[in-house]
């Protein structure tokens, strides 16, 4: 029963940033890993970005390699998706999700939050 509350969604204007945020609890656990993904209207969703918790490792997609930037505080349990030079084609709902071991899957979703990047 873990709990997700996200926050930093809204829009944007072509060029612009947001910082999204996701905190998780649900009692004593660990973490293996936290990723963000995303889902436009149509579109597969997709893997945006990844941490782990204990070796901070990151992954990006090549469509946000430079722009994006993903970070975590161990201590609030919080991962953050810092997003600059937003793009249009950025548009979707954007999932954060946590992966408890290392052989584990992506079980555990939060609701979403909705970034529009448009002129």
């Known amino acids: 029963q873990l709990q997700f509350v996200e926050s930093g969604g809204g829009s944007v204007q072509p060029g612009g940033s947001l910082r999204l945020s996701c905190a998780v609890s649900?009692?004593?656990?660990?973490?293996?890993?936290m990723a963000w993904f995303r889902q436009a209207p149509g579109k597969e969703r997709e893997r945006v970005a990844t941490i782990t918790w204990r070796t901070d490792s990151t992954y990006y997609t090549d469509s946000v390699k430079g722009r994006f930037t993903i970070s975590r505080d161990k201590g609030k349990n919080t991962v953050y998706l810092q997003m600059n030079s937003l793009k249009p084609e950025d548009t979707a709902v954007y999932y954060c999700?946590?992966?408890?071991?290392?052989?584990?899957?992506?079980?555990?979703w939060g609701q979403g939050t909705q970034v529009t990047v448009s002129s």
């Open positions: 999700a946590t992966r408890l071991t290392i052989y584990g899957s992506y079980d555990f």
């Open positions: 649900g009692g004593t656990f660990s973490m293996y890993a």
